[in-house]
Structures are given as C-alpha cells and as structure tokens.
C-alpha cells in the first residue's frame, strides 16, 4: 500500500483475511496463530517450572499443576508446532514451485479454520468442562492421555473428551493441509521443475505431508475409540471389559513417533535453504539428502514402541524396536554430515538464520544422541518416565523444531513483509535463546539420572534435586527475556524495518524471485526453470548450474 | 487433450465457504460435550457452508483476473518465459473399455473360477457344495464351526451367501479390469490372468486367518492360484476383445455434465 493509499477500516482488514483463500494470507495466519499458542504455551511451562523451582513448592495445587502439563504439551505439539510448520509449507511451496496458489485453495483455508476452531474449543475446556476436581477443569490426562486414566473411572466429567475433540477437529485440518500440500507438489510445480530440481524444502514438506496422511488418520481413529469407550460403554481400552490399555500406546505411539518426524523434518527444510545461501555454495548431496529424508519416514514408521519398552513386550519386540531405532540414526547422521559438508569450505555468514541453522546442527545432534541412549533398552528401563526423557525430547524439539522456525522466520521475514528484521535485536534474541535453552534443558537430563520423574508435582529435599532444579527454571527467565526481545524485533521492524528487496540474502529459489511482498497471484509469469537454481542461472548465465545436469 | 494448468489466468476468489464450513464442523464436535442443540446447529451450518462452498466451484470456479505482467523487467525475468504449452502432469488413457464389459467380463470370469473350485471340490473332497460352502465362511460364523460332512452337504443359506459374495466381487473385479486394462502393459489378457492372479493370492495370503479361518483350513493354494487364473483368463479375454470407448478421465465434471460454464469474474 502505497503512503497516499486511503486507510481502511479495521472491519474491512479482518473481513480480507477471514475469507481469504490466498495460500500466503493463510499461511501468515497459521503461523501468527502458532506463534501465539507458543507464548500460551511457554506461560503454562514458566508456572510449571516457578512451582518446581524449589522443593516443597505450593505456588499451584497438584490438579493445575496436571492440567498444566497436560495443556503445555498438547499446545507445543498440536498447536505450535504443527500449524507453524505446515503454515511455512503453505507460504513456501507454492512459490518454491513456482504456482501461483495451493492446489486447493478452498480447502486450503478450510484446514486453517479447523485448526484454529479445534483449538478454541480444547482451550474452552478451561471455561466449559467439567473434570475429576469439578468445574473449568483443562484436560488433565497428559499429551499421550495414556488408558485407563482417560476412562470415565479415572476421568469422570468432559475435560478429557475436550482433549479427543478439539485435537481431533485441529487433525482433520492438518489432513486436508497435507493432501494439498501433496497436490500442490506433484502436480503444479511449474514447466522444468523437475522433481530432483525441487528446493529440498519442497522435499521435506512433500514427505512430511506423506507422513501426517499415514500418522494423523491412526490417531483420529483411536480418539473416536475413545469417543465410543466413553459415551458408548465400549471396551476398546478397558481392560478388565476385554480391551487392552496397551492398544492405545500401540495407537497412540503410531501417531506418536512419526509426528516427531513430522515436526522436524520441516526444520530440516528451513536449513537444507539456509545453509547453502549463507555458505555460497550448492548444498552437499542432495540426491542424499532426499533419499535420507526418504529413509526417515520409513523407519519412523517402525519404531513406536520404542516409547513402550517399560510396558513389558517380549525381548523379540524390544530388540526389534531399539535396532530400528538404531537405525533411523543412519539416515539422520548424513543430514548432519551433508550440513556440514556444505559449510566446509564455504564463505561462511553468520546472520542470525545461519545462527539459528548451525545453533540447530549442535543442539539436534546433542538431543538424537540421548534418543540412542534411550533406544538402549536397559538404560530406557532406568529412566523411562524421567526428567532425561524431558531433557531428551526438549533439546530434540526446541533445540530442534523450535530453532528451525526462528531460523526460517529471521530468513524468510523480508520476503514476507518486505522489511528486514533488525540483526542486532536478532543477534541478542539468538544468544539469550541460545543460553536459556541450554540453562533450562540440560540439567534436566541430570535431575533425570538422578531419579527425578516427570510430571511431578514435587520433591523432597535432599536428595539432590534442588540445584538442577533452579538451574532449570531460572533459565526460563532467560527465554521469557528472549522471547520479549524477538517480539519487539518484529514490531520494530514491521513499523521502521529496512526494506528488503526481492532478494536479500542473494538466495537461489524461486520465492526470491518474484516481490517482497509477492502480488496475490505470486508469479507476473509463471516461471520456466532449468536447474535447482533458477536464480542462479539467471544472475550467471555464463555458468549457469543447468550446464552441469547430467545430460546438459 | 489441451488443458490449462490450474490458476494460469486468474486466482481463486475469496469465500467465506471454508470459515463457515469449519466452523459448523467444529460446533458438532463441541455438541457432544455441550448440548445437543449445539450439534444440530453445527450440522445446519456446516451445510449452509458446504452449499456455498458448491456454488464457488459449480458450474464454474469463481475466480479473479490477474493483472497482465508488470513491464517493468526484474533483473532476472529473462530467465522466466510464459508457459509455451498448456502442460499436464496428469497421464489419462484417451480410450478405455465400457464399465458394462467390465461387469459381463466379471460374470463369466466368476464362473470359469466357480468352475476351477468346483473341480478341485470333486477331485480332493467329493463335493462340489464345498468349495461353495467355505466362501460362505467370511459372513457366517456357523461354517467354522461345521465338519467337513456338513461342509459337503447342500445348505441353501451358505450357498445363497457364498453366491452373493462371489458375483459381488466378481462384477468389482470386472468393473476393474475393464476399467485398468488401458493402463495395463501390452497384453491385457496376460496381465490379467497372471499379473492378477499372483497380486490376489498375496493379498489373499496373510489375510485369510482373519477373513475366512474355514477356507483357510482347507484351502489348497496351486488351485487357487488356478481358480484366479481361469478369472484372469476369460475376463482379460472378454473385455480386451470388446473394444474401447473414448475415455472421460480428463474431462471436468462441468464437461461432462454438459453444464454451462459462465462464472468467471
């Protein structure tokens, strides 16, 4: 909008994007409505960790304290992570690819409405339900909600049922999001754009849309069992009516593990674009890097029960399951090596995304190894269900996930809105995140092997626990102080940011290629590619990369 | 056939078909632990907003015009081109074979396979009831718990229900075949009766402890793979010899409807 452009009212700016059905539009609201389920989200965890910051502690009874984890790990999970990753798929894909939306732009914004109704209605709980201690009672049942606890015996009241009701409205979205986004990638990427020449991110997201077609139906399924258990006297999960508490680990767990691919095989996108652009060099082993991506979602299929090896399953499954999980290591090490083989030797440039990206390397690495730890089927008997298992799957998901998605924000931000974001506001919110991410998780894998579990409410002293303890949660403050740093980073820079240009990293892809921001309609002409690169083609075609394509 | 690529000329208008939609879908979901009210509203709405929702895309997609391309040139438009062809990745069969071979197809392979099972009955069991009465198995319990007496005996319920069973599938796999075999490599009557055959037989395998424990006691797999075969044979022969029709695959629904296309905006 141009400065002499006539405001409009506010009324006529929520009704543009209410019924919108343009893919970007759609994809700023995902991730704007992911976002503020992340501060929800981080709140819930701050309570939690002031009330585990000293042993004995009475800041919140135990009832808030079980609903609190419960919510915190339902919101990282189902609504952070996932609508924040698939909403970056949503604005990249599209415009990577070189289409001007969404194979089904209807669907498109239908999926996003479920996602945000789904979640309205899991968070009513807090206002509507009724639990084991009475009214205004939020799900209690932990993330997993593992049987019988969600029984009508353990769970009497409708808190539980807002948990099955509003996730399950939320997945029906995420399904319809990763039919489009399968659509959308194999059928209309534009004239030259082979698959072998798609953006790795391209890659990434066609897989981890594969996966949540495969994942997410399963654990629908076992919510509307739990639906029939619950309303119907069905016995699905009620063991002594003939059903097994077990199945709904096996189920839970089929969802359970892929959707840990599903969260991070979209951060492995971000830096498969970032790391090559701030390293000047054409990332190392694509055709690698896609049939790792392959191999991942294979074997993520493969290792659920792994999460079970405390339940009692026979040595056979045991040893299959932790062999598999052995092996998922593979393909995910040659993504670290392929990472770092693009560094080597490059014109390294440290902005913030490529702090984030290299920030993620150090991090997952660190977090996928205690995951081979655990694989370890002893060593899991010792510390299944304890603060090392917390410790672990944090430095995988924020360490991760979580540093992923500010790498993509701080790199895609100015083609979103034209503006760059400030790099020394961006340079302090790395470093404090950097260090309260550390501060808070890290010592939680040794409270953990000291015998702390997980969801307790609290601990006596002397018994070890008391330093790791504060450690943990003062490093909470560090977040909040970096998480208030990025906050005002994005208003300052939407209001008095730099503008950006098309292309401000110099990068490759055919997103940079078009305005920042891109027209509705993405492409003036739909663009016609002859390499990985089309950009780099365009800017050198003396030496454009199609000259090096087998059969050029 | 020429097709455009989706949103080559204009992008989709906004609607509020999916919020509404979405939301009547959501208020079901919350009708279950609210009131019952709440449900049919829901139900209401969600209608309300799928109707709109047809009337977006039928008869024709509402969409926008795009502005022509900007003429200003970026410092990289030389590398992109408007499209010089109206491409597809969608791959069609430009004839297929009519759905009504399938199904006659279908009928004389389920017999040739009645047949084959009849034979192997009369060769290893004395009876031709058998064969007939095992299939039954998949929807009546009672043939599990039968001998082999009573499974080589006429009994009008097990043969009605193995009946039904197998002219149901037959018609499918019929239908299928006819609708398959353009897409099939060089010889249809070859994929059919041996391609088929083995693909069934691997599905049929780990499965029939579940579906059919009665077949699954008595089942002798080179007949079967034979009973399949014979299917295969006579209706790969059937439909390949019946001729093609020009297929519709490629066609918009408004196409073939013969609905008048008139919204664009």
Known sequence: MTPDAPQRPWTAIVHEWTVTVDHKKLAIMYIAFGLGFFLVGGVEAAILRAQLAQHSGTLIDPDTFNQLFTMHGTTMVFLVGMPILLGFGNYLIPLMVGARDMAFPRLNAFGLWLFVFGALLLYYSYVGAEGLYGESAAPDVGWFAYAPLTSRTFSPGNSTDYWILGIMVSGFGSITTAVNLVATILCMRCPGMTLLRMPLMCWMMLVVAALVLVAVPVLTAAQAMLLLDRFLGAHFFDTQGGGSAILWQHVFWFFGHPEVYILVLPAFGFLNEIIPVFSRKVIFGYALMVAATLAIAFIALAVWAHHMFVVGLSPELNSFFAAMTFLVAVPTGIKIFTWLGTMAGGRLRFATPMLFAAAFIGLFTFGGLTGVMLAVVPFDWQLSDSYFVVGHFHFVLFGGTVFGIFAAIFYWFPKVTGKMLDERLGRWFFWLLFAGMFVTFFPMHISGILGMPRRIYSYQPGRGLELWNLITSSGVLLQAVALITFLWNVIKSLGSGVPAGDNPWNAWTLEWSTSSPPPEWNFDRIPRVSSARPLWDAVHPDDPDSAYEEGA | ?265
């Open chain 2, 1 to 265: 056939m020429k097709r455009e690529p989706p949103y080559q000329h204009g992008i989709p208008e906004s609607t509020s078909a999916p919020l509404v939609t979405a939301f009547g879908v959501t208020l079901v979901a919350a009708g279950l632990v609210t009131n019952l009210w709440v449900m049919v509203g829901g139900a209401v709405i969600a209608l309300v907003g799928l109707w709109q929702w047809f009337g977006d895309v039928f008869p024709g997609e509402r969409l926008e015009e795009i502005p022509a391309p900007n003429a200003t040139q970026r410092r990289w438009d030389f590398a992109v081109e408007a499209i010089q062809r109206a491409g597809t990745r969608g791959i069609y069969p430009e004839r297929a074979h009519p759905w009504r071979s399938g199904i006659l197809g279908g009928i004389f392979g389920g017999v040739a396979m009645a047949v084959v099972a009849s034979i192997w009955g009369l060769v290893e069991h004395s009876s031709v009831w058998l064969p007939i009465n095992l299939l039954a198995g998949c929807v009546m319990p009672s043939v599990g718990d039968a001998d082999e007496t009573a499974l080589a005996l006429f009994n009008p319920a097990w043969i009605g229900a193995a009946c039904m069973i197998h002219g149901a599938l037959s018609v499918a796999c019929g239908v299928l075949y006819a609708l398959a075999l353009p897409i099939a490599p060089q010889r249809p009557i070859l994929a059919g009766s041996v391609a088929l055959p083995v693909i069934v037989t691997g599905l049929v395998w780990p499965t029939l402890t579940i579906v059919n424990p009665a077949l699954d006691g008595f089942i002798s797999w080179p007949w079967f793979v034979g009973s399949q075969v014979a299917f295969g044979v006579v209706c790969g022969w059937w439909v390949a010899g019946r001729g093609t029709v020009e297929a519709h695959a490629g066609r918009s629904i408004v196409d073939r409807m013969g609905v008048h296309r008139g919204r664009r905006r």
